[in-house]
């Protein structure tokens, strides 16, 4: 066990690495950033000074190790836009985005797993047709789309939900605003549900998908067929038996949904006038702020790998023939 | 049993672990001006105007600062206006009144402003207002150390030709220019006053997340990417604001902006796109408000050497061809139909009423552009095509650009001018290209004008080698001209020099001339404001109807 | 599908492999029950087939050439006749009095073009590395599966934004970024069916007997590998289809004069609220129809060419 943690830490060191290493000369590959930097009638000096400034008149691989070993010592460097360090820009943005991928992320899984079941203990059924057909359309329609869709029906047209907004919840919990914090969420669940569920369409309808089948192939196995033959009732053998079991293919598949989910926030966010960090990625990368696209790209890239050996752990002790090795 | 315990236990941990690492990132940011969240305004109830005196805007983009000096866009020019005085402050109309300074005077030779200001002015933490302020303010700008590229610093001050600032008495205070500028005193109106004592105790990065203004409104809370918050400042008596409270929403998708304006969620809405108009006005909830606005759209030709290797580039280095390519573009009805607005075509640079109003638009008349391309030396050939030609364009800056490049661009091939057109990302290709000259050999722009002078309008090429003449255009008589306008003082001379001027321009146009782009509001029926011609939103005199 | 899915489309098809292919049972059976008809996958090949038609005879299908403007016709909707009582505009026109109509049957080839031609370029590149890593094991095996480590972990719509701003927008490196951005998925089924042949009895005496390397990659382990890729393949164009419309939104699509379905539907967006429903429905559908289409002959053909999965 503990060998195995000290190993995937490595590894974890290892891609990180990598990702630092991708996002450094991809985004050096456009060359220099210094003209979006200077003013308009800036002579030819005053942009040699700040791009000295700015540090882009080094050669890149010593460009690339300062980063690093700044980067190393929790120092990303300032935003070339804002001037404020980038790391903090990231983090102020960090709740919204948060609290949005956590919630599509509650409805992609919580609402999958009836349907799923209900699909299969149904096979065969007008039901079934219907939750597949869902899972198909779900599965066919540009985020983008469905979310101005919505907006225009459920938030103008019908007036049930806010169209755009945010109420934040984690940033006061984590500065230690309790009471607000829970004052705002009725209006914060109010707010995600929009975005959330578009976010979260494409998600939900594969899971469901992947629920039902994955309950199908356990439903026959011979086991089950044991249980019902000793005379457990359906919905115990659900319970009990078949359900654990169709949980475990569900399982390996919640660390990478996070990641998954996490590339839709850039046009849910846009769409949605969402302040995370989607689209300050997009702007930063748009606007060549180097030091905050980097930020984020590796922060959301340890938080990917973290939780994945997270899912990982979970998964064995949920199938204890499965062994660490 | 005892094995999955262990396992269980190290899951907690792990996860513990992971939610810790997400807490402590996210903690120390939080910033200590804002000690209480507000929550933006409740999506579910309609912000009747008269539930509360708040009045909501929504733009496009975020802020980038709250620095006085750093102004980067008109987003941001439009929230610190309402927090920043100027000395003086150009109207609607165009004219220039006093505002924090209540006269000015000008020294003999044009080159010394002496500004007096009002008695009584304080910023918003309670320091008085005073001459030191306003020098110290200009001082601050143009320090090189303080690296400012925005507006004041990289624009006003180099155009103004700012030299230096003195402090002549308690509330007289001057500011010294290179040399005579017609239009010092409006480039002087751009620059938003603030306090010496509190910014010279802040750092540069404090300063622009905690300002401390000194208009009508005092700041409250700046939410990246969601809002801006400001409060009435009620000791301040130069202007009588009727909302209590502004907030600066940022909503960037334009349908997203449309439906919380018919929702009756936010009051005014920036940049509705032509198509949604209907939409709007159709609803019982707000209507359209469209100004002619004031800047320039044009296509620009770049002349430089650069693209001599290509047909195009060459060929629109004869002037012939430049004023053939006028005729070939159906501007009205590029603003009938992608603009919805009945536009005069350009005929200078210069915004009306202050252009030579004996210079006609050029009129749409395919026959003649393609007359005048065959008389120019540039027959079609057996395939139709004259010449080929790169059209480049940024995207999503202007109103309906995208649209209204790729009709230019059929317009052209339309008479024989094979036009390809390229859409590029606006802030990381176009604008480093535009600045280095590199764009085109067509290309689409447009710059900002004003209501209030000419030579503001003309600016753009005041020098052959300046670097707003991104088309190089180097015709000797409109340069020569440039140098005795700056020593033209008077206001009959200086018109006659920019009539003549402009008949220069556009006998040999630098620019395919298109129109002024109009600006369209989305306003609540519950507020009672009337847009700007120059971009600029001030909703100081902005009152609810009840 | 969520752009979210579609520009993760490696997350979504790891997923797939490693889980659905191998234990759901035939859907094609299911699906001929509780569809309650068993011509779900003809349809979708006809239409996948007409949609290749079209495509392929955009020219002479195109009623009109997919880029001629008229302003003044700007925004007429579908079955607008012109002043002789023909048919002017079937599916009415665009913002830029463009036909809706040609648009569609030209955008059809490129939006089929990119989603097939990033799926091979994927394909070809996963399956390749996968090979490779599964057949030659030990550092170089590590290497590569690291490198994949890195590629999951790395936000693909960063990354495809990231290049795309680089290397600017376009037919070819749309191919390029969405085709690269799931090489994973292909690499990982490859190095796991690699390894798996490889302890074969079958493989070893091949081995002994003299076979090179090369032939018993070719022969022995490439067919048993090719079914799985095949079925993933077919999911993945329909993703690599809405991460075009996505990427499209973002301003990141092709250029505006090469029509794709995504592109249209972006373009659309704020006519949305106009009313010109035309402009966003027919490039919705077409795009619905493809996806839909190809995700049920996925799910046959896993069924059908998964020689593991037929007996079940």
Redesign the interface.
Known sequence: MGNYLIRRLLQTVIVIFGVTLLTFFSLHLAGDPTLLYVSERASDAEIAETRAKLGFDKPLSRQYIDFVTNAARGDFGNSLRTRTPAFDLVMERLPATIELTLFAMFVAIVFAVPIGILAAMNRGTALDGGVMLFAMFGQSMPSFWLGIMLILIVGLRLGWLPISGHVPVLQPLFEGHFMVAFENIPGAINHLILPGVTLATFSLARNARLIRSSMLEVLSQDYITTAKAKGLRTWTVVGRHAFRNALIPFITIVGLEFGFLLSGVVVIETVFSWPGVGRLVFNSINQRDIPVVQSAVIFFSLLFVLLNLLVDLVYTTLDPRIRLS | MHY?AR??W??VC??IA?LA???G??????SDTSS??S??????TSADSSDATRLIIAQTVDL??LEPSEVNSRAESNVFAHMYGTLYEITDSGAIEPYLAQAYQVSEDGTEYTFTLNEGLTCHDGEPLTAEDVVYTFQRAADPEN?F??NT???VL?ALGYADARVDGDLDATIVINAYSPIALGLISEVYIHCKDYYESVS??DA??NPVGSGPYKFVEW????YTLLEKWDEFTLRDATYDELEW????????R???L??G?VDIITNV?P??H??INNSDAATVAGVAGTRRMYVGFNQRDIFDDTEGGLAIKDPAVRVALQYAV?VP??CQ??LAFDCERASSMVNPPNDNPNLEPYPYDPEMAEQLLDEAGYPRGDDGVRFDITFQAG??RYLND??VV??IG?YLTDVGVNTN?????????F??AL??HDVGPLYFVGTGGSTWSAVYDMADLSEPTG??NYTEWQNPEWFSRWAQLSETQDADGQKALVDEMLEIFYNDPPWLLLYFQPDFYGVSDGVDWTPRRDEQINVVPAKPIN | MANSASLSTTDDAVYVTDREIRLSPPWWRKAARSLAAAKWPILAIVILLSLMLLAVFAEPLAPADPNRQNLIRRLQPPLTQNEDGGMEYWLGSDGLGRDVLSRLIYGARISILVGVMAVVVGGILGTFLGVIAGYAGGRTDDIIMRIADIQLAFPFILLAIMVLVVLGAGVLNLVLVLGVGQWVTYARIARGETIAQKQKDFVDSARSIGVGHRRLVLRTIMPNILAPIIVIASFNVASVILSEASLSFLGLGVPPTIPTWGGMLAESRDQLLGGYWWLAVFPGVAIMLTVLSLNILGDWMRDFLDPRLRGR
């Open positions: 999955l396992r269980n190290l899951v792990a996860l992971l690492l997400m807490a990132c996210a903690a120390p940011t939080a209480e969240t929550a933006p305004t409740d999506g579910e980038e600062g690296g590229t925005g610093a990289g624009f180099d540069l990065e622009a997340q939410v990246k990417d969601d929403r940022v909503i960037p998708e334009a349908s997203t449309t439906a919380e018919i929702a969620n796109p198509d949604q209907t939409a159906d009805t590029i139909t992608l995207r999503g995208e649209a790729l009709a059929q057109v390229e859409i590029l990302d606006w802030s990381s290709e604008v480093p600045r280095q670097a707003t």
